[in-house]
């Protein structure tokens, strides 16, 4: 029996429903796992089933699975909790892997954002912030981090959810005690629409990049073979310039499966890559030109905001 | 000495939370409080995104209803740019929502709140979860577990992706239906309709009486109750209608979601990062169970509370088993659980309706053109944790300037403070607890599903 402890930070919960939606894998592998602690489904509490403890203790576990990103003091205290009691560190998901959506909060200050959610809506009563000098609740920290900025982490398992047969050859690859094959590469390498290049004229060249406010063309009774590529239709699809794996070991990329472009979700192709200098690139490929493209962060940092250096807008 | 209890983290819960109880001199309890420990601000980052963007963004706001959140902030952008989805996509939506809200309730009840009935409030903590489950109830448990995964991988099928779908376009919908998917469909649905039905029943006739009796006293006070109803007969509606606002005594008002404003209000406090909404009329919001003023609840026991009736047939006559005990509104936290239940067959029944309506294999999924223009716009459903509202307002080029959200937690957070706090009461008396009587406690918090 392996012990795995499983804590979820500033996260959403869809990567624990990613590893339920391993299905049958799933439950060939329980009875190998034992879950010490893991707060979506089991009961161990931080101070002891009474609240008698006063120190934040997790149960020493060999592997560690953290989802979301460290948004918080409290966060931080469970990571260093979660990294201190065990063996192997498996950051889960784009959020822990990249800081995910919720770091696009990082294009803006923290204060900003409280003064909008408590002070700046039109159903709210204007108060003062929640006070954590007073109160027991943890300190927002200024920005929202990936995990890796804070402890080591010893395997990335990005995605927005993870595609479970990666969340499977993690586990196994971690039970049976050798590296996990994970997808390298783009999403456009797992990709099966048709790419017919610059020289065959693409729908979108030398015309405006396409919004989602338009609709691709594609023929619904055939295959994703016979749909063209959308970026060589217009359409600004973040496929060149993001990490493969999303459809899993067999599928297509899930959403070109959907008939819509990619959005970035698994995170960067790599550690190394720059996703704002590569997709010029991609569009000049297709006749576009980068300079018209909105909302340039909204597109190329939607998922990588911890790591991306942008800097901060006005507030 | 005076002194508090810190439960935390919640668990078997779908968010992150803690509990705080506070005992007096005496060992009793001085007051509860539940307090959220994180604030996420969406809202800020939606900002100077185009509004089309939006529904794949806000997904991320919670992996168990990503769904309700695509579909809310699509129509709040549609109503921006001033465009309506063809009846088509408007059903596909319709049906994705039903299909999403299926391993949603058979988790909640299963998985989360289950091992609390099948194994008892005061089991071993370490085997009061699923797996515990699986120990005691093997063939249940299995069957739970396969539903689940069937029908998340149903609609992942035909849809894409069901964490954090893509497939609601402004306008429309990504792809249509095809014939082999709307029978692979059918079918799925027609096992789920089976196995909600021998859900409600196992819950109705053997998991939930003793567990209702036992916990009247952990959990009853009068409030008010939020849910959407179909405008033309006030019937449960969960994806279009308008919102009824139900008081204690039972009168209504019903208004449009873009009317949000009038009738609801919120308010800050400073330990805790989730606010708390509340009655505008009101004035105020003030927890006391025996006479809460301005605190409304929502989720599935408002739905049921606040409809005339289900349009569904199996659904409506489990409704009115459940009035016929219970009366309208009925009051108890702990009802949550089998009003969660009703909900299941209704969402099997509505998911069968729509995909026997041959309508729903049309081709036109989308209203074209659209082009970007100032707007301001709101858009609402019901989510399993209660009325999801999104307003949004757009600039000439259709890139967001303001965005504000109340999600289904949001409005329970003073409902729950309030149970949690009534049921602490209950539970520890002269500074007398154990783990089984805080889980009781916390019982009175998952029945919210929060
Ligand atoms: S990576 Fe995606 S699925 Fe996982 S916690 Fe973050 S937002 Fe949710
Ligand atoms: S750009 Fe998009 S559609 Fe084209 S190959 Fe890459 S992932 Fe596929
Ligand atoms: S296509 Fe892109 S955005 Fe969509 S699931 Fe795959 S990686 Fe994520």
Redesign the pocket.
């Known amino acids: 029996m392996v012990k795995i402890a499983g804590e979820w930070l500033n996260s959403c919960s869809g990567c624990e429903i990613a590893i339920l939606n391993l299905g049958e894998t799933l439950l060939t592998l329980l009875p190998e796992l034992e879950f010490v602690h893991l707060p979506v489904l089991t009961d161990n509490k931080y101070f002891g089933q009474t609240g008698e403890r006063d120190a934040l203790t997790i149960p020493r576990a060999v592997v560690g699975i953290v989802s979301g990103g460290v948004r918080n003091e409290e966060h931080l205290e469970v990571l260093r909790e979660l990294r201190a009691k065990t063996d192997v560190l498996v950051a889960l998901g784009t959020c822990a892997t990249a800081g995910g959506i919720p770091a696009l909060a990082n294009q803006t200050s923290a204060a900003s954002m409280r003064e909008l959610v408590y002070r700046g809506q039109p159903s709210t009563v204007p108060g003062p912030d929640p006070d954590p000098s007073r109160h027991h609740i943890p300190a927002m920290l200024e920005t929202c981090d990936a995990v890796s900025q804070h402890v080591k982490v010893d395997l990335s398992v990005p995605g927005c959810p993870p595609h479970p047969d990666w969340i499977a050859e993690a586990i196994v690859s971690l039970l049976e005690g050798r590296a996990p094959a994970m997808p390298e590469r783009?999403?456009?390498d797992g990709?099966?629409?048709r790419?017919l290049g610059p020289d065959s004229g693409c729908a979108g060249a030398g015309g405006t990049l396409h919004r989602l406010l338009e609709q691709p063309a594609f023929d619904p009774d055939k295959g994703l073979e016979e749909m063209r590529?959308?970026?060589?239709q217009g359409?600004m699809?973040?496929?060149?310039v993001?990490r493969r794996g999303c459809g899993g070991r067999e599928g297509a990329?899930r959403c070109?499966a959907a008939r819509v472009?990619?959005r970035g979700c698994y995170g960067p192709v790599n550690a190394h890559s720059l996703p704002f200098v590569d997709y010029v690139g991609?569009l000049t490929a297709v006749g576009q030109s980068y300079a018209d493209m909105p909302d340039k962060p909204g597109y190329l940092s939607r998922f990588n905001g911890s790591h991306t250096i942008i800097r901060k807008l006005e507030d | 000495m005076p002194r508090t209890i810190r439960i935390a983290p919640l668990t078997r819960i779908e968010g992150h939370a803690a509990l705080d109880i506070h005992l007096d001199e005496a060992g009793d309890v001085a007051d509860a409080r539940m307090t959220v420990m994180s604030l996420r601000g969406f809202e800020k980052f939606l900002m100077g995104r185009p509004v089309e963007e939006v529904p794949r963004i806000v997904t991320r706001i919670c992996g168990i209803c990503p769904w309700q959140h695509h579909i809310a902030s699509t129509k709040a952008a549609e109503a921006c740019l001033g465009v309506a989805p063809t009846p088509t996509a408007a059903q596909l939506r319709e049906l994705c929502q039903m299909l999403a809200s299926i391993p949603d309730k058979i988790l909640h009840f299963y998985f989360l709140a289950a091992p609390d009935f099948v194994l008892g409030p005061g089991a071993d903590p370490a085997l009061r979860n699923v797996a515990g489950l699986v120990g005691a109830a093997p063939e249940l448990a299995r069957k739970a577990a396969l539903m689940r995964y069937r029908t998340q991988m149903g609609l992942e099928k035909f849809a894409g992706k069901v964490i954090h779908p893509v497939a609601v376009l402004v306008g429309g919908f990504s792809k249509p239906l095809l014939e082999h998917e709307r029978a692979e469909l059918l079918a799925l649905t027609r096992d789920a309709l089976d196995f909600s039905l021998e859900s409600v029943r196992l819950a109705r006739e053997t998991l939930l009486p003793p567990l209702v009796k036992r916990f009247r006293e952990l959990g009853e006070y009068p409030s008010a109750y939020l849910g959407m109803v179909d405008p033309n007969d006030g019937s449960l509606a969960l994806h279009d209608g308008v919102l009824r606002l139900m008081d204690q005594d039972g009168s209504h008002e019903e208004f449009h979601p873009s009317d949000y404003t009038s009738h609801l209000a919120e308010k800050v406090e400073p330990w805790t990062y989730l606010k708390f909404p509340y009655m505008r009329r009101a004035g105020r919001l003030v927890l006391d169970e025996r006479e809460p003023v301005g605190l409304y609840r929502t989720n599935c026991l408002a739905r049921v509370n606040v409809c005339e009736g289900i349009s569904t047939p199996l659904a409506h006559s489990e409704l009115e088993i459940f009035r016929r005990e219970f009366g309208r509104p009925a009051h108890q936290t702990f009802l949550y659980h089998w009003a969660r239940l009703i909900e299941l067959v209704y969402c099997c029944e509505r998911a069968i309706e729509l995909l026997e309506d041959p309508a729903i294999l049309g081709r036109d999924i989308r209203t074209l053109p659209i082009a970007p223009r100032a707007g301001e716009g709101v858009g609402c459903v019901e989510a399993p944790r209660g009325t999801l509202i999104y307003h949004l307002k757009c600039d000439h080029e259709g890139m967001v300037t303001h965005a504000n959200l109340l999600a289904g937690t949001t409005h329970n957070n003073a409902g729950m403070n309030l149970s949690a706090r009534q049921a602490a009461r209950s539970a520890i008396k002269g500074g007398v607890y154990d783990q089984g009587l805080l889980n009781t406690v916390e019982m009175s918090l998952r029945a919210y599903d929060p």
Not at chain 1, 237 to 240: A, I, Q
Request: with cysteine; proline share 18%; aromatic share 4%.
């Open positions: 783009s999403v456009c990709c099966p629409t790419r590529c959308l970026l060589e359409f699809c973040m496929g060149p993001t990329p070109i472009p990619c991609a």
